[in-house]
C-alpha cells in the first residue's frame, strides 16, 4: 500500500479518522512487505501445478505481476477486506499463451454481491473470498499476522486458479 492507497482509506472511512488509523495500516503494510509475496506465490503455484497436471515448474515462461495488495471497503459500515490481485501470463514459444488478471476480494468489497463476480471486466475472481472486518482487527501483532495469513490464502487461491486454467487450457482465456 502506498500513499494512494492510505489516500483512498481516508476517502472511505471519514479523513478525520486516517490519523487514527495510519500507524496500524503502515504497520500491516509493513508485515505483508516482509511476507515475500513473489516467492510464497511461485510456491504455491507449482505445488498446484503438480496436482492438476498443468505441468512442472513454472519459472521459464510464466510471468507474475502483483497488481494491488490493498484495505478495499466493503459494504458494512466502518468494514475492509484484504484485496490481493496478480497478471499471470504464459508465454510459449516467444506467444502469450495465457493473460488473465485474477482477484482475490470480498463479495461486499468493490462493487458488491449484484456484480460479483467480475470486479472489472478483465478480472476473474477467485475462491474463497476475503472476509471483511473492521480496520481494527488488522492491528497489533495478532492483526498484522491475521493480515498475513490472508494475502496467503489469497496467494494460495489464485494459485489453484491459475493452475486449473493452465491443466485445461490451450487457448488464451478472457475474462
Given at each position: 500500500?502506498c500513499s494512494?492507497?492510505?489516500?483512498?482509506?481516508a476517502?472511505?472511512?471519514?479523513?478525520?479518522?486516517?490519523?487514527?488509523?495510519?500507524?496500524?495500516?503502515?504497520e500491516?503494510?509493513?508485515?505483508?512487505q516482509d511476507a515475500?509475496?513473489?516467492?510464497?506465490?511461485?510456491?504455491?503455484?507449482?505445488?498446484?501445478?503438480?496436482t492438476?497436471?498443468?505441468?512442472?515448474?513454472?519459472?521459464g515462461w510464466?510471468s507474475?505481476?502483483?497488481?494491488?495488495?490493498?484495505?478495499?471497503k466493503?459494504?458494512?459500515?466502518?468494514?475492509?477486506?484484504?484485496?490481493?490481485?496478480?497478471?499471470?501470463?504464459?508465454?510459449?514459444?516467444?506467444?502469450?499463451?495465457?493473460?488473465?488478471?485474477?482477484?482475490?476480494?470480498?463479495?461486499?468489497?468493490?462493487?458488491?454481491?449484484?456484480?460479483?463476480?467480475?470486479?472489472?471486466y478483465?478480472?476473474?475472481?477467485?475462491?474463497?473470498?476475503?472476509?471483511?472486518?473492521e480496520?481494527?482487527?488488522?492491528?497489533?501483532?495478532?492483526?498484522?499476522?491475521?493480515?498475513?495469513?490472508?494475502?496467503?490464502?489469497?496467494?494460495?487461491?489464485?494459485a489453484?486458479?491459475?493452475?486449473r486454467?493452465?491443466s485445461?487450457?490451450?487457448?488464451?482465456?478472457?475474462?
Amino acid at each position: 500500500m502506498c500513499s494512494s492507497d492510505l489516500a483512498a482509506l481516508a476517502l472511505a472511512s471519514g479523513r478525520d479518522r486516517l490519523n487514527r488509523w495510519t500507524p496500524c495500516v503502515t504497520e500491516m503494510y509493513m508485515a505483508i512487505q516482509d511476507a515475500e509475496l513473489e516467492a510464497t506465490f511461485r510456491d504455491r503455484l507449482n505445488v498446484h501445478s503438480r496436482t492438476s497436471s498443468a505441468g512442472t515448474d513454472a519459472a521459464g515462461w510464466l510471468s507474475a505481476d502483483i497488481q494491488r495488495v490493498i484495505l478495499r471497503k466493503c459494504t458494512a459500515p466502518k468494514t475492509y477486506c484484504i484485496e490481493v490481485s496478480i497478471r499471470i501470463r504464459v508465454h510459449r514459444d516467444g506467444e502469450t499463451a495465457y493473460d488473465r488478471v485474477h482477484v482475490y476480494s470480498s463479495r461486499e468489497g468493490r462493487y458488491g454481491e449484484e456484480r460479483w463476480p467480475g470486479h472489472d471486466y478483465w478480472e476473474a475472481p477467485v475462491e474463497p473470498v476475503s472476509t471483511c472486518r473492521e480496520i481494527g482487527d488488522y492491528c497489533g501483532a495478532e492483526g498484522q499476522q491475521r493480515a498475513v495469513r490472508e494475502v496467503e490464502t489469497a496467494l494460495d487461491a489464485i494459485a489453484a486458479a491459475v493452475a486449473r486454467d493452465l491443466s485445461g487450457s490451450s487457448t488464451t482465456p478472457r475474462s
